[in-house]
T-cell receptor, first 114, second 115 residues
């Protein structure tokens, strides 16, 4: 069965430091996609970055990068040079090719300290 | 600007009443989704629709109903049969997932409180 695990319920990070948010997944499918979303206190979900299971390079989008380790089934989000505006909930999600549903982790609450 | 609108942002209802949450998108997306979010949890899929006049149940469809009469609109009705309807409801849309790996775009959400 598909499953997403985010083991860090909350994190405090000093402004300007890099931060890594953990995500491990479980699937028996060979073709799948991994997504990270940010949810500020306002509530809406904001798409950050995507990684396909067959992508050889780790995905990057501005200050966001995805540390994809297929053998370990992990897809950690790295935020470089954190900013106060990065304070939010962060969710990892996965979709298998054969299934249109996104499966979501429980999220990590990130707080950036000035 | 293209996007997804959900209304209202906050909704209060008495137990035993049905309530309909609105979701409209002008992104020309084929697929639309309804999620429920409870405190400390990730999103759970209620219903999704890949095309007009067609929709499928998600993991927690009991006590909910939807319609998809227009491409732009995907309203969700929370019925009195839903045992614990108080939650944050998020609507999303995407390009048809059968054609590739496309992210879902989300609306601002509706916070429903039933007392």
């Amino acid at each position: 069965a598909q499953k997403i695990t985010q083991t860090q319920p909350g994190m405090f990070v000093q402004e300007k430091e890099a931060v890594t948010l953990d995500c491990t997944y479980d699937t028996s499918d060979q073709s799948y996609g991994l997504f990270w979303y940010k949810q500020p206190s306002s509530g809406e979900m904001i798409f950050l970055i995507y990684q396909g299971s067959y992508d050889e390079q780790n995905a990057t989008e501005g200050r966001y990068s995805l540390n994809f380790q297929k053998a370990r089934k992990s897809a950690n989000l790295v935020i470089s040079a954190s900013q106060l505006g990065d304070s939010a909930m962060y969710f990892c999600a996965m979709r298998e090719r054969s299934n249109y549903q996104l499966i979501w982790g429980a999220g990590t609450k990130l707080i950036i300290k000035p | 600007d293209g996007g997804i609108t959900q209304s209202p942002k906050y909704l209060f209802r008495k137990e035993g009443q049905n309530v309909t949450l609105s979701c409209e998108q002008n992104l020309n997306h084929d697929a639309m989704y309804w999620y429920r979010q409870d405190p400390g949890q990730g999103l759970r899929l209620i219903y999704y629709s890949q095309i007009v006049n067609d929709f499928q149940k998600g993991d927690i469809a009991e006590g909910y109903s939807v319609s998809r009469e227009k491409k732009e609109s995907f309203p969700l009705t929370v019925t009195s049969a839903q045992k614990n309807p108080t939650a944050f409801y998020l609507c999303a849309s995407s390009i048809n997932p059968g054609t590739g790996w496309f992210e879902q775009y989300f609306g601002p959400g509706t916070r429903l409180t039933v007392t």
